[in-house]
T-cell receptor, first 108, second 115 residues
Framework: DAKTTQPPSMDCAEGRAANLPCNHS???????VYWYRQIHSQGPQYIIH???NNETNEMASLIITEDRKSSTLILPHATLRDTAVYYC?????????FGKGTRLSVIA | ETGVTQSPTHLIKTRGQQVTLRCSSQ?????VSWYQQALGQGPQFIFQ???????GRGNFPPRFSGLQFPNYSSELNVNALELDDSALYLC??????????????FGEGSRLTVL
């Protein structure tokens, strides 16, 4: 079973920041937080991952709380092409276990 | 694009038949994982291969089997197909990274319909 809890769906206005929350209260010290997204009819796409510190890349920012029990994925300026299902996954050196994710709808 | 290619993209089989799905990994990646994604669900882990050996398996019966070849390409075989096997089958390649699963590079999937 997935070790994370995410809201089933969220809406975001185009051009605004999309903040996607994830709870992972049972995360272990050696487990990373991964985010993937899946656009309709495509394979999942890696976005970002982190262990303790906040991370940023060209796609998104990942904010992990100090106790590591939750995190937030931030898409700074959402576009219509960011409409997708977003998966938050915690994993050490084990296969990724996907839950049902959050369906993000970006609205014009 | 991820550099991971899967074939065929779509196929239809009947119950009881056998199917083979193929995956070509991204260059330099020695690990391949297979996932099954039913409609409306997240991908479910089937198994992983590292350097031609099975390196982990999810909760799938033995009629789901796989191979990894010396060039790190891979096959997923499913025998005695059942209606519930209808799904999108995803292949993902990655370099083996000590201590972390690392980034997986997914293909576009093979959509199997069992009638």
């Amino acid at each position: 079973d997935a070790k994370t809890t995410q809201p089933p769906s969220m809406d975001c206005a185009e051009g605004r920041a999309a903040n996607l929350p994830c709870n992972h209260s049972t995360i272990s010290g050696n487990e990373y937080v991964y985010w993937y997204r899946q656009i309709h009819s495509q394979g999942p796409q890696y976005i970002i991952h982190g262990l303790k510190n906040n991370e940023t890349n060209e796609m998104a920012s990942l904010i992990i709380t100090e106790d590591r029990k939750s995190s937030t994925l931030i898409l700074p300026h959402a576009t219509l092409r960011d409409t997708a299902v977003y998966y938050c996954i915690v994993s050490g050196n084990t296969p990724l276990v996907f839950g049902k994710g959050t369906r993000l709808s970006v609205i014009a | 694009e991820t550099g991971v290619t899967q074939s065929p993209t779509h196929l239809i089989k009947t119950r009881g038949q056998q199917v083979t799905l193929r995956c070509s990994s991204q260059s330099g990646h020695n690990t391949v994982s297979w996932y099954q994604q039913a409609l409306g669900q997240g991908p479910q882990f089937i198994f992983q291969y590292y350097r031609e050996e099975e390196n982990g398996r999810g909760n799938f019966p033995p009629r789901f089997s796989g191979l990894q070849f010396p060039n790190y390409s891979s096959e997923l075989n499913v025998n005695a197909l059942e209606l519930d096997d209808s799904a999108l089958y995803l292949c993902a390649s990655s370099p083996m990274v000590r201590g972390a699963t690392g980034e997986l590079f997914f293909g576009e999937g093979s959509r199997l319909t069992v009638l």
